[in-house]
Structures are given as C-alpha cells and as structure tokens.
C-alpha cells in the first residue's frame, strides 16, 4: 500500500494545527514521519490511516482519493487517546479484544497459543504497564495485522514509553519485510536513530532505483 499526503493540512496558516505535509509512505522499510507539539502525532497519524480529513491538500492510497478504502486497509497502533490499550488492563484481555475485531475465536485457548507464539506466555495475566517497550510495540502491531484487510500500520510516538528504538526497530523492520507499509509518527529526536537504523524519512522524495545495463547489453549496442 502506497499512501501519500500532498500538501495536507488541518487549518490553515500560523495556526495550523497540522502545517502543509508532503509524505510518501510505501516500501519494503518502515517508514518515519518527524513531527512536533502534543496534538500533531495523534493528528498526523489519523490522517495517514484516513480516520480525519484534510482542511486543504489531498491523501491518496495507491494514488486514489479513497478515504473509505484508506481506512479498511489501516490500523492505529498504540495511537493515544483512540487506540492506546489501557494500562491496567490484562495482556489476555487485550489480546480476546484484538481478536474479537479480526473475527477469530477469543478462547482462552486461542490467546494461550497466540501468547506463547510470541514468547509473552508470562505475561498473559499481567497488566499491559508490565511489558517492555519493545514488547508492547511488537504485539500491538502483530494484533493489528490480523485484521481482514489489513496492510498498513501506523505506530504512534512508542519513543514515549522509553528504551532505545534500536531495541523494538527490529520488529517493525520484519513487519515490513512482511509486505505491511509500516510509519512511525513520532519525534525529530527518534526519527534520526531511527533512519540511521534503516528507516527511510517519509518527508524526503523517494531513492531511485538505477538498473544497470549487462555486459552483454554494452555489448550489443556496439558497432559493429
């Protein structure tokens, strides 16, 4: 999936909750989105994943003006305030929730199998405050791939629950590996360590992909 903000904006001018962006999101890397302010992540995410609409500007997904499309093939991960798990709830019941929107059984069976998959079988009854970073992140984002429809992820501010990005980069890089357009919202700060990771910045065009030429090729061209 391919989503791309043209000049996209909430409000307008010096007060602008969310200034004119530029953005392509698509590839096999995930992807950095650097922002600043409170609102702005929260803000910025939802457009990306087609929940709010721009003032001024245009999102497009696969080059198509399709809100209604963007947001079936979307999911926030860890978006505060509209997707962020409460913090005291079990591991467990989060994991029947998520279940429960992908449509698959919510057994307790189910979450056993799902848990232990991902090495987090101890956490089951704990509350989500316990995991760490990396873990929080990577099972978010498992859960939201289950989805029917699914391909794209946002993940919104994880620098905010602490540990180096190099700890849980990992698993969003495999993420995208998968076919799963990954962007993380985030701040100026992280989206640097990010990048020098492997991440490519959202904000600046596109590498191009040279194709070298064969020898053979070189070879026919000739005169002969």
């Given at each position: 999936?391919?989503?791309?903000?043209?000049?996209?904006?909430?409000?307008?001018?010096?007060?602008?909750a969310?200034?004119?962006?530029?953005l392509?999101v698509?590839?096999?890397?995930?992807?950095?989105?650097?922002?600043?302010?409170?609102?702005?992540?929260?803000?910025?995410s939802m457009?990306?994943?087609?929940?709010?609409?721009?003032?001024?500007?245009?999102?497009?997904?696969?080059?198509?003006?399709d809100?209604?499309?963007?947001?079936?093939?979307?999911?926030?991960?860890?978006?505060?305030?509209?997707?962020?798990?409460?913090?005291?709830?079990?591991?467990?019941?989060i994991?029947?929730?998520?279940?429960?929107?992908?449509?698959?059984?919510?057994?307790?069976?189910?979450?056993?199998?799902?848990?232990?998959?991902?090495?987090?079988?101890?956490?089951?009854?704990?509350?989500?405050?316990?995991?760490?970073?990396?873990?929080?992140i990577?099972v978010?984002?498992?859960?939201?791939?289950?989805?029917?429809?699914?391909?794209?992820?946002?993940?919104?501010?994880?620098?905010?629950?602490?540990?180096?990005?190099?700890?849980?980069?990992?698993?969003?890089?495999?993420l995208?590996?998968?076919?799963?357009?990954?962007?993380?919202?985030?701040?100026?700060?992280?989206?640097?360590?990010?990048?020098?990771?492997?991440?490519?910045d959202?904000?600046?065009?596109?590498?191009?992909?040279?194709?070298?030429?064969?020898?053979?090729?070189?070879?026919?061209?000739?005169?002969?």
């Amino acid at each position: 999936m391919r989503v791309q903000l043209e000049r996209a904006a909430i409000g307008r001018g010096l007060g602008a909750a969310v200034p004119a962006l530029d953005l392509i999101v698509d590839g096999p890397l995930p992807v950095v989105v650097a922002v600043q302010t409170d609102e702005r992540p929260l803000l910025v995410s939802m457009l990306l994943a087609g929940r709010i609409r721009c003032d001024s500007g245009r999102v497009l997904v696969d080059g198509r003006d399709d809100a209604d499309e963007l947001r079936r093939r979307s999911a926030l991960v860890d978006t505060p305030i509209v997707a962020e798990p409460t913090a005291g709830i079990a591991l467990r019941t989060i994991v029947a929730e998520e279940f429960s929107f992908a449509g698959l059984p919510t057994s307790g069976r189910a979450v056993r199998a799902f848990l232990a998959d991902h090495n987090l079988a101890e956490y089951a009854s704990l509350p989500m405050r316990s995991l760490l970073p990396a873990d929080r992140i990577r099972v978010l984002c498992e859960l939201a791939v289950l989805r029917a429809g699914v391909d794209g992820i946002i993940v919104t501010s994880p620098e905010r629950h602490g540990s180096e990005p190099s700890q849980w980069f990992g698993p969003l890089a495999d993420l995208a590996e998968r076919g799963v357009t990954v962007t993380v919202v985030t701040d100026y700060a992280t989206a640097a360590i990010l990048v020098s990771l492997g991440a490519r910045d959202g904000a600046l065009p596109e590498p191009e992909v040279l194709e070298l030429s064969s020898p053979t090729d070189s070879l026919e061209s000739d005169p002969q």
